[in-house]
């Protein structure tokens, strides 16, 4: 089996995943998010560098597992292919976690929506380019 990845895609991929969240997480849901998952201001202000470091480098992994589901499908089935692994998998999979950790309901449909928007998006962007 032939695994051909294209590197660029899969950087722009991530990014784009940084970009979402970015705009998830302070221009849309900040404060209902900080709340919901008991947040402070004051643990924002610690450890930016390796929560940020870290996140776009688990987006590069996210990307790469995507890019090599994806193949040359194009930008449809990489959308579609997004969809799927942010609802079926992601979405579904902290779901099972919320239930049993009693974590609220708008917790999830944030971190949740947050994951089917950014696979979405990283699929387009893998399947436009591969």
């Not at 998010?33 to 643990?43: F, H, M, S, Y």
């Not at 239930?99 to 999830?108: K, V």
């Amino acid at each position: 089996m032939e695994l051909n990845i294209n590197w660029l895609a899969v950087l722009l991929a991530a990014l784009a995943g940084f970009i979402v969240g970015g705009l998830w997480y302070s221009v849309l849901f900040a404060k209902v998010w900080q709340r919901e998952a008991g947040v402070t201001d004051e643990q924002l202000k610690h450890g930016t560098v390796r929560v940020f470091a870290g996140s776009f480098l688990l987006a590069v992994v996210m990307a790469v597992a995507l890019a090599a589901f994806i193949g040359n499908g194009g930008a449809g089935f990489g959308a579609l292919a997004g969809l799927a692994a942010g609802l079926a998998w992601v979405a579904a999979a902290l779901g099972v976690n919320y239930l049993f950790e009693r974590r609220s309901l708008t917790l999830f449909a944030i971190n949740a929506s947050y994951n089917i928007v950014t696979f979405t998006a990283m699929g387009a962007i893998i399947g436009a380019l591969q």
